[in-house]
């Protein structure tokens, strides 16, 4: 079974352009997340859909970002303009909740993450 | 406010010393939780969880972690070390049962091993 990936691997952008990431999660997993981890800080959740409706983007830092999921599969991130402070390696996670024996679980697996240079 | 803490950012072992990461949290009832490690040029990987039941769980890589509730602490150990364990490793919680389920996430810890 194939993990979550992500495209690209590195993207080196300068301040005021756009760019896009792509998530592609485990197949068949109805969740979908976006995480961030600024340099020297802790991994900070962006935002979760479950197919293609956000259920909480409460995450999201501003409106330069933009987040889709086409259709309940990829999803993609958009920042347009992006700024200095928005460098970081951001992570997709996708997730199944499981019920066994009346209890509700849930694992979070995580892709490589994008690493984002703004310069 | 939900918060993890991983008081140690930096840690460094012996190769095959025993090895205690800890992590403690402050949620509003008891939440799932989870360790993660990110090897070098690698993306996260689950280690462990914790939902409910046995609070010493048991993982992959020979690793555990104990969940002590009075504490709020959720302690990852290995008995002993192997160089490849040099990585860094995330604390983190989530909602229990269905809502929402967000992770929060610790600083991490980052561990050396020495040979």
């Known amino acids: 079974e194939a993990g979550v990936t992500q495209f690209p691997s590195h993207s080196v952008i300068e301040k005021g352009q756009t760019v896009t990431l792509r998530c592609d999660p485990i197949?068949?997993?109805?969740?979908l997340y976006w995480y961030r981890r600024v340099m020297g800080k802790e991994i900070k959740f962006l935002l979760h859909f479950v197919k293609e409706s956000k259920q909480d983007e409460s995450g999201m830092p501003n409106n330069r970002f933009l987040a889709e999921r086409t259709g309940g599969t990829y999803s993609t991130l958009k920042v347009q303009p992006a700024e200095l402070e928005d460098s970081g390696v951001y992570f997709c996670?996708?997730?199944?909740?499981?019920?066994?024996?009346?209890?509700?679980?849930?694992?979070?697996?995580f892709g490589p993450g994008t690493r984002l240079t703004v310069t | 406010a939900q918060s993890v803490t991983q008081p140690d950012i930096h840690i460094t072992v012996s190769e095959g010393a025993s090895l205690e990461l800890r992590c403690n949290y402050s949620y509003g009832a008891t939440p799932y939780l989870f360790w993660y490690v990110q090897s070098p040029g690698q993306g996260l990987q689950l280690l462990l969880k914790y939902f409910s039941g046995d609070t010493l769980v048991q993982g992959i890589k020979g690793f555990e972690a104990e969940f002590k509730r009075s504490q709020s602490s959720f302690n990852l150990r290995k008995p002993s070390v192997h160089w490849s364990d040099a990585a860094e490793y995330f604390c983190a919680v989530g909602p229990p049962r269905n809502y929402g389920n967000k992770l929060v996430f610790g600083a991490g810890t980052i561990l050396r091993v020495k040979s």
């Open positions: 996670a996708s997730s199944q909740l499981s019920i066994r024996g009346g209890l509700i679980s849930y694992e979070q697996y």
């Open positions: 197949s068949g997993h109805d969740n």
